[in-house]
T-cell receptor
Framework: GQQLNQSPQSMFIQEGEDVSMNCTSSSIFNTWLWYKQDPGEGPVLLIALYKAGELTSNGRLTAQFGITRKDSFLNISASIPSDVGIYFCAGQTPTGANNLFFGTGTRLTVIP | DAGVIQSPRHEVTEMGQEVTLRCKPISGHDYLFWYRQTMMRGLELLIYFNNNVPIDDSGMPEDRFSAKMPNASFSTLKIQPSEPRDSAVYFC??????????FGPGTRLTVT
């Protein structure tokens, strides 16, 4: 299957700091999505991106669909303790299939 | 609106026993996905359905795994016989037309 590389694998930040994480692929994707997973719960959809270069915000979260279509970025501004969790990127390939390929996740810890 | 519903939330069983996981997708969604999540392998797509028809089951690990979707509001994932290596969290997700998948809370399966 497709390999999605997320970095960093984990982050420890102070409350109030901004966070950046990214996801790269060796293949192009038509769609990029970002999910957050809390312990013991399923992933929750944060942002969906459908066009190369698209920049979309959801509150303090901003995500971008890379121009090359092989990467995507997620930024969180002014982090708060409830931002703690694992963030996954997911992508859909140009094959027309509806399945998503998921990255390995970035584990975020926010220190109050 | 109710999200994706999964049952049971936790299942502990002995090796060799049959296990059945259940999922009710979001009403009106026409795609249903079954995933398995482990620390070692992350989120893996097992199978997905469109309008109750299995589209891609290439992720199903072996013949011990089977999935059905008898109608638009119910799906099952069955493991028979179960083995300790099947221990994982199993997620069901659904979507409507787009690639934005919505996940259930998961079933944590432990096979002893």
């Amino acid at each position: 299957g497709q390999q999605l590389n997320q970095s960093p694998q984990s982050m420890f930040i102070q409350e109030g700091e901004d966070v950046s994480m990214n996801c790269t692929s060796s293949s192009i994707f038509n769609t990029w999505l970002w999910y957050k997973q809390d312990p013991g719960e399923g992933p929750v959809l944060l942002i969906a991106l459908y066009k190369a270069g698209e920049l979309t915000s959801n509150g303090r979260l901003t995500a971008q669909f890379g121009i090359t279509r092989k990467d995507s970025f997620l930024n969180i501004s002014a982090s708060i303790p409830s931002d703690v969790g694992i963030y996954f990127c997911a992508g859909q390939t140009p094959t027309g299939a509806n399945n998503l390929f998921f990255g390995t996740g970035t584990r975020l810890t926010v220190i109050p | 609106d109710a999200g994706v519903i999964q049952s049971p939330r936790h299942e502990v069983t002995e090796m060799g026993q049959e296990v059945t996981l259940r999922c009710k997708p979001i009403s009106g969604h026409d795609y249903l996905f079954w995933y398995r999540q482990t620390m070692m392998r992350g989120l893996e797509l097992l199978i997905y359905f469109n309008n109750n028809v299995p589209i891609d089951d290439s992720g199903m690990p072996e013949d011990r795994f089977s999935a059905k979707m008898p109608n638009a509001s119910f799906s099952t994932l069955k493991i028979q016989p179960s083995e300790p290596r099947d221990s994982a969290v199993y997620f069901c997700a659904s979507s409507f037309f787009t690639y934005e998948q919505y996940f259930g809370p998961g079933t944590r399966l432990t096979v002893t």
